[in-house]
């Protein structure tokens, strides 16, 4: 390991060097040119050695409460104290390190029986698989509802005791089900078109799973349900039917001729981790903060033998986007220094719904309106150099008139927005934009279908997720770019809070 580190700094100390000159054009203006083709090169160097660290085998796959969380953390503090930051805590009696209490929920037994007239269902084997949130969950004959896509503003009344069946291959299926179960529904079963992605869910799910501790997960149940049990349950011929009225944005919910008989029980504990937090101070003290965010986060071991990898490594997801946030710190740290405070925030249990996001916004450093802008970096070492980039949040904050700028200035081209807004609510930006803290991802690897389309397919929360063969071009030019946009948005020259809107050109 020491080895490691000591190549590392000395891989660092030339990256920086042979890149100074092209970067610091960017240190008072927004860089109008692309940077010598040494300087990404350089770049990209420094970003695959801290991905190759953090994402070795000796991290164990960063999960939470496991020893490779203690190996990420203090690297990452290390790297932080290093370039001269100081902790963002605010809290002296926990430096650098933010306490995030989780509850933990490991699956122990389940099963899931239908009934239609009295008369049991038969369901293909494997095909249901139900979960609870606490130590043991039971529904008896409980009435069966299909809803499609609808949850969010359904009336309670609609809903409250019934198992609802609902559509998982949606924009915002997470939500839909977490207000399915706040309006009352007695179980939520997501029905998932594939095959594969249904098997990857359960399996997941039967490795545990994470809620803050505190908020109170009940005995809820949910679970998961394939399309040839659906068909099984409600009928091929209706189940079509439903399928196709779902499509209408004012599907009502249908009852099905059916009961169900649920029990799920659980094996429940405490799990203690951290987010991490440090703080490049500004030059003008009560002006403001930038948030630059990366989750830690990843599955440890994510499969079993006989697989001879049974390690998930989280490469790209998301050592990628620790090492673009250490970078841009480095360069930031480098001066001169930004007059808005800039935070750096490495959030625990993304992976297992955005959780440490969630534990900052509940308990921040500072007021949340203090933020003008974060940027979230998750994924991006997938697409080559030279391609468009896209924001994933675009309309849904106060940045884009000033994102746009900064894009013009930088010759960077942005690409479409359909594909990047599929993941708007599945990255820990979505956790502050919830509580009107403006934050968007500005990236090159949602930009373009292709290459990440292969990267879910072929790596994905998949132990194949490894630092070799990973793509660092488009990686190199988004640290760049989120550079110049935190310098942008940390300027009250350039954008004023309180407007939330440029002020200046860049």
Request: glycine share 10%; net charge negative.
């Amino acid at each position: 390991m020491q080895v490691r580190v000591q190549r590392l700094r000395t891989g660092l100390a030339t990256a920086f060097a042979a890149g100074l000159v092209a970067l610091l054009a960017g240190c008072t203006t927004v860089p109008r040119t692309a940077p010598p083709p040494g300087a990404l090169s350089a770049i990209e160097a420094s970003l695959r050695t801290h991905i190759d660290i953090l994402a070795s085998d000796e991290f164990g796959g960063r999960r939470p409460g496991t020893d490779g969380e203690g190996k990420t953390l203090r690297y990452l503090a290390r790297e932080f104290q290093g370039m001269g930051l100081e902790s963002g805590t605010n809290d002296p009696s926990n430096p650098w390190y933010a306490p995030v209490e989780l509850a933990s929920i490991t699956p122990a037994q389940s099963s899931a029986r239908f009934f239609r007239s009295g008369r049991p269902v038969a369901m293909p084997g494997g095909g249901v698989a139900v979960f609870s949130a606490g130590s043991r969950g039971l529904i008896d004959r409980a009435p069966v509802m299909f809803v499609g896509n609808a949850g969010e503003r359904l009336d309670g009344a609609a809903v409250a005791g019934r198992v609802v069946l609902m559509l998982w291959d949606h924009e915002g299926h997470t939500e839909q089900r977490d207000a399915l179960l706040r309006e009352g529904a007695a179980a939520v079963i997501a029905i998932v078109r594939d095959e594969d992605e249904y098997a990857s869910m359960v399996a997941a799910r039967r490795r545990g799973s994470y809620r803050l501790a505190s908020v109170d997960g009940g005995n809820a149940i949910d679970g998961f349900m394939t399309l040839d049990a659906a068909a099984a349950l409600i009928g091929e011929a209706r189940f079509a039917d439903l399928l196709a009225h779902a499509q209408d944005p004012a599907a009502k919910p249908r009852g099905i001729d059916a009961v169900a008989t649920l029990e799920a029980t659980s094996t429940p504990g405490t799990v203690k981790t951290h987010n991490l937090i440090a703080r490049l101070p500004g030059r003008v003290p009560g002006s403001g903060a930038v948030l630059v965010l990366a989750h830690w986060d990843h599955f440890g071991t994510c499969a079993a033998p006989p697989a001879i990898d049974t390690t998930c490594n989280g490469a790209v997801d998301n050592a990628s986007g620790l090492a673009v946030m250490t970078e841009l710190a480095r360069r930031l740290a480098a001066g001169p220094r930004p007059a808005r405070d800039v935070y750096f925030l490495a959030t625990t249990a993304e992976e297992w719904g955005l959780l440490g996001a969630q534990a900052f916004a509940e308990n921040p450093p500072v007021p949340l309106d203090s933020i003008v802008a974060a940027f979230n970096l998750d994924t991006v070492a997938v697409a080559p150099a030279g391609g468009p980039v896209a924001i994933v949040g675009k309309g849904l904050t106060p940045l884009d008139p000033g994102i746009l700028s900064v894009l013009k200035a930088t010759g960077r081209v942005e690409g479409t927005e359909e594909y990047a807004s599929a993941y708007v609510r599945r990255q820990d930006g979505w956790a502050l934009i919830q509580r009107d803290v403006p934050a968007v991802s500005v990236t090159s690897a949602f930009a373009q279908e292709g290459p990440l389309a292969r990267y879910i397919t072929e790596r994905y929360h998949q132990p194949a997720d490894k630092p070799t063969g990973i793509e660092l071009g488009g990686a190199a030019e988004d640290l760049l770019l989120n550079l110049a946009l935190v310098r942008f948005f940390a300027d009250p020259a350039k954008w004023t809070a309180t407007a939330g809107k440029s002020v200046a050109a860049p």
